[in-house]
Structures are given as structure tokens and as C-alpha cells.
Nanobody, 123 residues
């Protein structure tokens, strides 16, 4: 069992930045691929970014490529999502997810999920 706790969401103006954090206390964190997803009202979970075990492999959605950066710190059991040049369309609840498999883009593959953190970008 892996417990995930997101933080760092909030209200920001378009063009601004936020850094989301996801903590996985007490887990064998380094064994898991980690992903960030987001869900706008009435929408499905959309893939944002994923990072492999060890951090060498990273994947991004086209919509965030070049603006968002995913990273992990296995010593602290943390994964981060640095979001720059935010746009109104980035507004959503952001979730981190974990799985023992590879860092895929399909939300249905991930086993463990956090409760989400709201990001609101005002235009």
C-alpha cells in the first residue's frame, strides 16, 4: 500500500509558476514509476507527466512540454511538478499516481493515487 499526498496547488495568474509536491511517506518509493495527471470538471484524468524509477526516463503531454518539469527525490520520497508559463487551460485538480510498472500515460494503469490538489490559473 502506498499513500500519496499532494500539496502546492493554488491560484496563480496566467504566466505564473507553481510547484506541486507529492509525498509518499513510509513507502518503498524508489520502486515506483510516478505520474502526474489532471482532471478538469466533467473530464477524465488527463496525463501530464511521468518519471521512471531512478528518474532517468521522463514523459510529458504535448500540451505541457517545455513548460512543466517532473522530478523525483527518492531520498525524501517525493515527486515534484514544476509548472511554468501557466495558462488558463491548465486549471484542474492535479493528482499524483504510482505504479510498479513503467511510466505510462494511461491513468488506468496506475495503482495508487493521491487526493488531488487544485490549481486555478486566472487569465
Amino acid at each position: 500500500q502506498v499513500q500519496l499526498v499532494e500539496s502546492g496547488g493554488g491560484l496563480v495568474q496566467a504566466g505564473g509558476s507553481l510547484r506541486l509536491s507529492c509525498a509518499a511517506p513510509g513507502s518503498t518509493f524508489s520502486k515506483y514509476s510516478m505520474g502526474w495527471f489532471r482532471r478538469a470538471p466533467g473530464q477524465e484524468h488527463d496525463f501530464v507527466a511521468a518519471v521512471s524509477r531512478g528518474g532517468s526516463g521522463r514523459t510529458y503531454a504535448d500540451s505541457v512540454e517545455g513548460r512543466f518539469t517532473i522530478s523525483r527525490d527518492d531520498a525524501k520520497n517525493m515527486v515534484y511538478l514544476q509548472m511554468n508559463s501557466l495558462k488558463a487551460e491548465d486549471t484542474a485538480v492535479y493528482y499524483c499516481a504510482a505504479d510498479l510498472g513503467p511510466p505510462v500515460t494511461d491513468a488506468r494503469i496506475y495503482t495508487y493515487w493521491g487526493q488531488g490538489t487544485q490549481v486555478t490559473v486566472s487569465s
